[in-house]
Structure formats: C-alpha cells, structure tokens
C-alpha cells in the first residue's frame, strides 16, 4: 500500500486500518510529513511507524498506540492523546503546546528539545523519559509519574508539580 493509500485509511476508517495492520505486521509505516490535522484516530495502532514531521495539530488520539514511534519534529499543538501509549516513542523537537496527555504512557519517550508549553500531563507516566533540554512552561504534571525523568537544562518556569496527596 502506498503512502498516500494508508493516509486515506488511517483517516476514514481506523477500525479497518488497524485490521490491515495486524494482517501486515512486517509492512513499514512511513507517515513522514502526512497531514492528519484534525483527524479521528482514537485506538489508532500506529506504533513503531515513522511520523517525522507528521502535522496532528488537533488530532484525536485517544488510546492510540504510537509506542516506539519517530515522530521528531512531529506538530501535535492541541492534539487529545487521552491515554495513548507514546513510551518509548521518539518526540525530539516535537511541538506538543497545549496537548492533552492526561494519563499517557510516556515512559522512556525521548522527548528532548521538545515543547510542551502547556501541556496536560495530569496522571501521565513518563518514568525514564528524556525531557532535557524541553520547553515546559505551564505545563501541568499532577499526578504524573516523573521518577527517573532527565530534566536536565529543561525550561521549567510555571510548570506545575503538584501530588494529588498535595491536595487533601
């Protein structure tokens, strides 16, 4: 299937696409630079495909599993990723401003140099993750699991750490 034909299927239907990638396992996903603004991908398997520059701004992806994708330099501004599994996904550099993370699975994602300004991470799991030299102001990381997460040169000015214990 060409580039261009898995495009069409993952935005029409994602039922059907996720069919086609159980009865094709060993087919390379390249999705490099596709436009899927806007698009309803929720429980869409897209994991280990390469999303390079991919445009998501405002995508729905919920529950959908991108573990060990490449998705550098990807635009995720606004995108709902409600409990996807991006762990060990790829986001260098990634634009992820005002993303909905809530209770993701991001442990061991490398997201360096990535921006989340603003971000959901409420309940998020990024133990292990990469988040050096990441532009995380205002993002929000509640709840979140960040043992083990590299913050190294991370820009941190109004990001919120705050326990759900913190609370009562």
């Known amino acids: 299937m060409n580039k261009q034909r898995m495009i069409e299927l993952l935005k029409t239907d994602v039922l059907a696409w996720n069919e086609w990638r159980a009865g094709n396992p060993d087919v390379v996903i390249d999705l490099s630079g596709a436009d899927l603004r806007d698009a309803h991908l929720k429980g869409a398997h897209l994991g280990y495909a390469y999303l390079c520059g991919a445009h998501l701004e405002d995508a729905t992806l919920i529950s959908a599993n991108l573990s060990s ?3 550098r ?6 995108a709902t990723c409600i ?9 260098c550099g990634a634009h992820l401003e005002d993303a909905n993370l809530e209770g993701a699975n991001l442990s061991s994602a490398n997201l360096s140099s990535a921006n989340l300004r603003d971000a959901n991470l409420f309940f998020a799991f990024l133990y292990s ?6 532009r995380l102001y205002g993002a929000d990381f509640t709840g979140a699991n960040i043992e083990g997460v590299d913050f190294s040169t991370a820009y941190l000015e109004g990001a919120k750490f705050t326990n759900q214990e913190d609370k009562k």
């Open 69 to 71: 994708a490449n998705l």
């Open 83 to 91: 409990e996807a599994n991006l762990s060990n996904a790829y986001l």
């Open 73 to 78: 330099d990807a635009n995720l501004r606004y």
């Open 129 to 134: 993750a990469n988040l050096s030299r990441a």
